[in-house]
């Protein structure tokens, strides 16, 4: 009995942090291109932003891909990533892999080579303590911070069909 408490207590509070990221402002942060310049977030105040912040593990998790790993596959063939307001890009978490980083980057530069995107990196969960996202080690997120610097969508969990359809609306609003 006292197990279950506890997981049930543990699960709320993942719950109530996730519900606190959302609105909450933020600032700029410092992270890397994959030459390992160091670089701000691009058009961060000037555009809404959309950002996969992924734990590479996520790729090779679920036997081919986490659930949302293949959602932005989906994402990124619907188009709806990006638009005059709107900038889509990937946030790769070094700091949390276990995979050697020389092939993260490489398989990165090869999908950029392919949709024209950019990837930049965090070695060290700067975005995540900085923006207070709690654990992102094995996740695959997709956050949307308005050009004010506010946290409009955050889903670092697999998403169900209405979560789905719910960050569509937020990326059409912000597009």
Known sequence: MNRLFLALVLLGIG???EAQVLHQKVENVTLK????????????GEKNLFIFYIDPDTALSSFGGHANYKFSDEIEK???SSGPNLFGFGILNIGDTG???KIVRNQARKRTANN??????????????????GD?????????VSKEGEIVHFQKEKVTEADK???YETLAKYK
């Open 116 to 133: 024209g995107g950019l990837v930049l990196e965090d070695p060290d969960n700067t975005l995540s303590r900085a923006w207070g996202l």
């Open 33 to 44: 291109d994959l030459s390992g310049e160091a670089v701000e977030l691009p058009y961060f």
């Open 15 to 17: 719950f109530v942090a």
């Open 136 to 144: 992102c080690n094995g996740k695959y997120v997709f956050i949307v």
């Open 99 to 101: 995979l050697p980083k």
């Open 165 to 167: 359809e719910a960050l």
């Open 78 to 80: 619907r188009k709806v």
